[in-house]
């Protein structure tokens, strides 16, 4: 599974590749979503080999209040992930949390 994980701009990524269509099935607004990103000049963690895509990883900053079940957490900067997305061929791989790793690691360079 040789391949790696880049920092992509939304718009130098092909919407038309193969890998989205799932994204685009089950969410019908994705394309809109997608191009929102693109217009803004948004980047996203791109997993490639030598089939194609394998993973999306777009993560978001926020600045809000969260609710949860029992109580909420306060107004805070935080990073979470907007989109995660694998390759049915990469699943059980744990390139999800390698992602993860690299992100915390070197953040967006």
Not at 76 to 83: A, P
């Amino acid at each position: 599974m040789p391949g790696k994980f880049k920092w992509i701009k939304f718009s130098e990524v092909d919407l038309r590749d193969s890998f989205f269509d799932e994204l685009k099935n089950d969410y019908q607004e994705f394309p809109l979503w997608f191009r929102k990103k693109s217009d803004t000049g948004e980047c996203a963690l791109i997993f490639t080999d030598e089939q194609g895509i394998g993973a999306f990883v777009y993560f978001k900053e926020e600045n809000e209040p969260i609710k949860l079940i029992d109580k909420k957490l306060p107004t805070k900067h935080r990073i979470k992930i907007g989109t995660l997305r694998l390759a049915k061929r990469l699943r059980g791989k744990r390139l999800g949390e390698g992602a993860l790793v690299l992100f915390y690691g070197i953040g967006k360079n």
